[in-house]
């Protein structure tokens, strides 16, 4: 079974630029969530989408979107790029909100100049 | 926040010693993950314990769970240099909800 999977892998974007990640999940998981890794922060949660409904969502300013298609899988924007958005992006698939065991993508690495 | 927190933030050792990390969080929990983080990777799954669970093992991994303090620890015993990542607790909560610490960094060096 294919693992999840993001692209593109890597990304440079400079400041005010917007940016469009992608992940598809593991087949049969309907649920994703992103997170934004950081050196000093850890991962933080930005959202979670089930069954294409955002069912929770993080502490993120709305310049943060993201969305679910009807094959699972998931994309999430970022607009007017900030310095700070440099990170790296993780998706994670699980079958459904109620299963505990995420499976995690390589993450998407962002850097904006 | 309901983020568990992972202490300590970094730790070396030599191969063949024991690593401990631990965890606390705040808030009452359904169940309790540690993942793995290789440089730059994504997270690999590694153990859940539940709140009615004291302690897990699996292969040279061993976890407990404390709920009266709102704490768990990871146990890795005789390390090895591949065991060199960081390693997240995340807790989960009735509503289905995640949310994972900042990660100790542990490094074995050989």
């Known amino acids: 079974k294919a693992g999840v999977t993001q692209t593109p892998r890597y990304l440079i974007k400079t400041r005010g630029q917007q940016v469009t990640l992608s992940c598809s999940p593991i087949s049969g998981h309907r649920s994703v969530s992103w997170y934004q890794q950081t050196p000093g922060q850890g991962l933080q949660f930005l959202f979670e989408?089930?069954?294409?409904?955002?069912?929770n969502k993080g502490n993120f300013p709305g310049r943060f979107s993201g969305r679910q298609f009807s094959n699972s899988r998931s994309e999430m924007n970022v607009s007017t790029l900030e310095l700070g958005d440099s990170a790296l992006y993780l998706c994670?698939?699980?079958?459904?909100?109620?299963?505990?065991?995420?499976?995690f993508g390589p993450g998407t690495r962002l850097t904006v100049l | 926040s309901q983020q568990g927190e992972e202490d300590p933030q970094a730790l070396s050792i030599q191969e063949g010693e024991n690593a401990t990390m631990n965890c606390s969080y705040k808030t009452s929990i359904n169940n309790l993950q540690w993942y793995r983080q290789n440089s730059g990777r994504g997270l690999v799954h590694l153990i859940l314990i539940r709140s009615n669970e004291r302690e897990k093992h699996s292969g040279r991994l061993r976890v407990t769970l404390d709920t009266s303090k709102k704490s768990s620890s990871l146990l890795i015993t005789a390390s090895r240099a591949a065991d060199t990542a960081s390693y997240f607790c995340a807790t989960g909560y009735n509503n289905n909800d995640m949310r994972f610490g900042a990660g100790t960094r542990l490094t074995v060096k050989p």
């Open positions: 994670a698939s699980r079958r459904e909100p109620s299963y505990n065991e995420q499976f």
């Open positions: 989408y089930f069954s294409e409904t955002q069912r």
